[in-house]
């Protein structure tokens, strides 16, 4: 998958899960989430998913690939420390990382997002 295939599958998948925690679906407490104890989304979260969602749409209308880049990786990059302060269970800047979930999206997110720029 090459870089604007990543910001536009990223984007629209973040734009989601940052709707779907805003209103209620995915958070902000486990007895509001549909995934229960096993994920859930605080404000603060839902408002990181979406920013980086549409920021990623947006990114596609550059011309620049080293911007798309950049993004792409500064994405891996967030979603790497993301993965990191998880497995230490902390908060961090109002977002709770403590769930095993946590640690595995914000991998997963950070190798898609690195790998996507590998042909760039």
Do not use: C, H
């Amino acid at each position: 998958m090459n870089i604007r295939q990543f910001l536009l599958v990223g984007g629209v998948l973040f734009v989601i899960i940052g709707l779907l925690g805003k209103y209620g679906v995915i958070g902000p407490t486990f007895e509001k989430s549909i995934f229960g104890e096993t994920w859930v989304f605080s404000p603060t979260e839902s408002w990181g998913y979406l920013f980086f969602g549409v920021i990623s749409l947006v990114a596609i209308g550059s011309k620049s690939v080293s911007f798309q880049s950049f993004w792409a990786i500064l994405t891996g990059l967030g979603s790497i420390t993301m993965a990191i302060l998880s497995i230490f269970n902390v908060e961090f800047l109002g977002i709770i990382v403590n769930r095993p979930m946590d640690i595995l999206s914000y991998t997963l997110i950070a190798a898609w997002a690195i790998a996507s720029t590998k042909d760039a």
